[in-house]
């Protein structure tokens, strides 16, 4: 079974600072892994995905299969990165499995001023 | 282009009431999901489907039931709702594997 792990409920750092927000994963097989953000009241998006390694609002996210991580990072924080952040697995590949996702349960991140 | 549309957004429950949450789509997605999220336990996922006509069970089904009669549509059923059932339900669809979710804005269900 899959299981995403997010240690931190919440993370609390100054407009500026560097932002690390934990992630790891067991899974047997080659993962997809995602982060989503949820703002105050607003929906669930995708922030982004581990195989566009793409750099989305500043943040940036490596998969370490070594260490089973995939931790989010932005070199400084601003205001409005305050937010529910989840991390997120799907099985790679064309497993059948319906594409479901199993999320963590989420670290709210609070940039203060 | 509205993507992922839940209704209705807010709706209060006596216990043993019935209800039907609506998700609809117009992304011509295939797969959709329903989850739950509840606090300090993440999102769960509730039924989803992978194409019209299909429904599987997800992490935690009991006391829920689905139907996808159309491939834009997702219909989630509480039978007899319980106070358990207290949750913010959201919708999401996706092209296939492995391609992102998008989500809806969710239904804030209390169940009193």
């Known amino acids: 079974a899959q299981r995403v792990t997010q240690p931190e409920k919440l993370l609390s750092v100054f407009k500026g600072a560097p932002v690390e927000l934990k992630c790891n994963y067991s899974?047997?097989?080659?993962?997809?892994l995602f982060w989503y953000v949820q703002y105050s009241r607003q929906r669930l998006q995708l922030l982004l995905r581990?195989?566009s390694r793409e750099s989305i609002k500043g943040f940036t996210a490596d998969l370490n299969k070594g260490e089973t991580s995939f931790h989010l990072k932005k070199p400084f924080a601003q205001e409005e990165d305050s937010a529910m952040y989840y991390c997120?697995?799907?099985?790679?590949?064309?497993?059948?499995?319906?594409?479901?996702?199993?999320f963590g349960t989420g670290t709210q991140l609070k940039v203060e001023l | 282009n509205a993507g992922v549309t839940q209704t209705p957004k807010f709706r209060v429950l006596k216990t043993g009431q019935s209800m039907t949450l609506l998700c609809a789509q117009d992304?011509?997605?295939?797969?959709m999901y329903w989850y739950r999220q509840d606090p300090g336990m993440g999102l769960r996922l509730i039924h989803y489907?992978?194409?019209?006509?299909?429904?599987a069970k997800g992490e935690v089904p009991d006391g829920y039931n689905v139907s996808r009669l159309k491939k834009q549509n997702f219909l989630l059923g509480l039978e007899s709702a319980a106070p358990s059932q207290t949750s913010v339900y959201f919708c999401?669809?996706?092209?296939?594997?492995?391609?992102?979710?998008?989500f809806g804005d969710g239904t804030r269900l209390s169940i009193l």
């Open positions: 999401a669809s996706s092209f296939g594997q492995p391609q992102p979710q998008h």
């Open positions: 992304m011509n997605h295939e797969y």
């Open positions: 899974y047997s097989g080659s993962p997809e």
């Open positions: 581990h195989i």
């Open positions: 997120a697995l799907t099985p790679g590949g064309l497993t059948g499995g319906g594409n479901k996702l199993t």
């Open positions: 489907s992978v194409g019209e006509g299909t429904t």
